[in-house]
């Protein structure tokens, strides 16, 4: 599905998101999917939290990382094509561009290269709980575990 001049932005009915050290972390908390995205992925999901279209989003990441717009343009694409399949982001059919402070803003902090952005989708919370293990003393209720 092609979006190029239609406005994208973040689904925030069902979306909570935040970016951290550099990685977008993101839960859809109508099915609650928890998905990832670092580098450039994390840069386009902070620019999707304003509707922007896919070309300003192209150029922006393009201009910064001096990048083929048209190479950039087919990544966002390929991301908005699934962030739209999985409901994180929306076709809000809004005509209001970003403004120029916020495209100096994103472009301001220099990256060393440009990939292209990742949508990593965990379908269940196994992986962040090997990482986080539950306190002790939730096992303690229950039944069979001391």
């Known amino acids: 599905m092609t979006f190029t001049d239609r406005k994208i932005s973040v689904n925030d009915h069902v979306?909570?998101?935040?970016?951290?050290?550099?990685?977008?972390?993101?839960?859809?908390?109508g099915n609650?999917?928890?998905?990832?995205?670092d580098?450039?992925?994390?840069?386009?999901?902070?620019l999707f939290t304003q509707p922007r279209s896919v070309v300003e989003v192209a150029g922006i990441l393009?201009?910064?990382?001096?990048v083929a717009e048209s190479e950039?343009?087919?990544?966002?694409?390929?991301?908005v094509d699934e962030l739209l399949r999985e409901?994180?982001?929306?076709?809000?059919?809004?005509g209001a561009?970003?403004?120029?402070?916020?495209?100096?803003?994103t472009e301001a902090a220099a990256q060393p290269s440009y990939s292209k952005p990742v949508l990593v989708?965990?379908?269940?919370?196994?992986?962040?709980?090997?990482?986080?293990?539950p306190l002790p003393a939730l096992n303690a209720d229950v039944p069979g575990r001391s």
Not at 15 to 28: K, L
Not at 87 to 94: P, R
Not at 121 to 133: C, G, I, N, Q
């Open 15 to 29: 979306v909570a998101s935040d970016v951290v050290d550099g990685e977008a972390v993101i839960i859809n908390l």
């Open 39 to 46: 580098k450039v992925g994390a840069e386009l999901w902070q």
């Open 97 to 105: 561009t970003a403004s120029a402070s916020d495209n100096a803003a």
């Open 62 to 66: 393009a201009r910064r990382y001096e």
């Open 121 to 133: 989708k965990y379908t269940d919370m196994s992986e962040v709980l090997a990482l986080d293990p």
């Open 72 to 79: 950039v343009a087919r990544d966002v694409q390929d991301v």
């Open 87 to 94: 409901q994180l982001v929306i076709d809000t059919h809004v």
């Open 32 to 37: 609650g999917m928890y998905y990832t995205m």
